[in-house]
């Protein structure tokens, strides 16, 4: 066996691990793994209702009944070599390199679990439950901090790093049935974190909109949600991406492995001059601004929500986006925002939202009316008008038939920050 050692001690130090230190102890807790692994194998054999359908199936046809050779001590030997090996070896994503292959075939073992936890409530299967759905959905394993038993709900809760740390997860299982039930995850992770199979979609997916393909990964994102009542978790991973030089901006979301919304900036002569013409004369008309210069162009692609979004921003604060749905065309001219956060207390922030509620509709009609009659050749006069209750200075002008609805935000001043038209 000294020689069957040294040899599996050899492939271990090739390849990614060459510069990896391989001391006495990794090879003892080496094959204490080993030796775990195949105890499990063999007492879990009898076990399996595959084997035990096997066994019982009656013979069809003439088969020959010709006695298999022993597996002799040389095979057994080798085989443990390889589990060795394997141990130390990790799967490869096209290249990228991710998970250990003991964490891959056997989660459970490379749970990280904090000392005085009640592990007693965690049966076998919810422990595989707990370390999959990190693996596999949050793609870590964070170290449990806390497991309790809610017998009110019949749950069993168990908790994974800190609630003010980055890396957070809560986990509700059934306490009898050991299956999910409830999931909650996020974490922050570097570029170089983030797996191959995302990584290696990006320079596509900004093409796909016409964005630089060169950008690259900034920072990533991941949450991981499943309410009760649904089958499984669900993840959202977003990349933002940047340039070089930092100005260049790009966005993806995936959900599960699927891009469901692309953003990056896009060049000025990708725009038509009589786009770009319409955008300049609606922030002139809206905000009486007539020196503007071309900040930036970007694209939002969103399929979850089913909207193309291009955006043109002037100057420092003006901003004109031009939304395309299915069923939808949205126009919207934005200037700074109207919001105040110099308030001393609650009582000078419902004086404030009160002295915009009182703005007079005639008035409010006076001001805005010239702007939307000039950006959209639309006069008001056949609009009906409300307000947002529970969004101070926005006002609704809204036309039943055909479907068209224009919402303006203003200050207390009756000054006019925003104008969105939406044609549904």
């Known amino acids: 066996m000294r020689h069957k050692d040294e040899q599996w001690e050899k492939e271990i130090r090739k390849g990614p691990f060459a510069s990896s230190p391989f001391t006495e102890d990794h090879k003892r807790k080496v094959l204490q793994q080993v030796e775990w692994m195949k105890k499990s194998e ?12 096997r066994l019982s199936r009656p013979q069809v046809g003439n088969v020959s009944h010709k006695r298999r050779p022993r ?10 070599l390889v589990i060795a090996a394997g141990l130390f070896l990790w799967i490869w994503d ?47 394993q964070l170290k449990i901090t806390k497991v309790g038993d809610l017998p009110v709900s019949g749950r069993i809760y168990v908790e994974a790093g800190s609630e003010s740390e980055k890396e957070y997860a809560q986990i509700w299982l059934d306490a ?28 596509s997916l900004l093409q796909s909109i016409g964005s630089t393909p060169t950008l690259k990964p900034a920072s990533v994102q991941r949450f991981v949600s499943m309410k009760q009542g649904e089958m499984e978790p669900i ?63 970007s694209r939002s692609k969103d399929d979850e929500i089913g909207r193309d979004i291009i955006n043109l921003s002037f100057n420092d604060h003006y901003l004109v986006q031009m939304t395309v749905g299915e069923e939808t065309k949205v126009y919207s001219i934005i200037g700074e925002n109207s919001y105040r956060d110099d308030f001393a207390n609650w009582d000078e922030v ?8 009182d703005v007079k509709e005639s008035f409010l009609r006076d001001e805005v009316g010239p702007m939307i009659k000039e950006v959209f050749n639309v006069n008001l006069d056949g609009y009906s008008l409300h307000r947002e209750a529970d969004n101070p200075g926005i006002a609704v002008f809204e036309l039943e038939s055909p479907k068209d609805v224009i919402r303006v935000r203003y200050n207390e001043d009756v000054k006019i920050t925003m104008i969105t038209r939406g044609e549904l």
Do not use: C
């Open 94 to 140: 096209d290249g990228q390199l991710v998970k250990p292959v003991i964490e891959q075939v056997y989660p459970t073992a490379a749970l990280q679990l904090s000392d005085g936890l009640n592990t007693n409530l965690l049966t076998d299967k919810m422990k595989r439950n707990v370390a999959t759905t990190m693996r596999d959905d949050l793609g870590k």
């Open 71 to 80: 597996r002799g001590p040389l095979v057994a030997g080798a085989g443990a």
């Open 350 to 357: 419902e004086a404030y939202h009160q002295k915009i509620y």
């Open 42 to 53: 063999v007492g879990s054999k009898g076990d399996r209702p595959e084997s035990r359908s």
């Open 176 to 203: 009898t049935t050991g299956n999910l039930r409830e999931v909650q995850m996020r974490r922050e992770m570097q570029p170089s974190e983030l797996e191959h199979r995302y990584l290696r979609q990006v320079p």
């Open 235 to 297: 993840s959202h991973t977003t990349l933002w991406l940047e340039n070089e030089t930092g100005d260049g901006y790009g966005e993806i979301v995936w959900q599960q492995d699927k891009a469901v919304s692309i953003t990056g900036d896009l060049r000025p002569d990708q725009v038509s001059q009589a786009a770009l013409t319409d955008a300049e004369d609606a922030v002139n008309a809206v905000f009486g601004e007539t020196s503007l210069k071309l900040r930036g162009v």
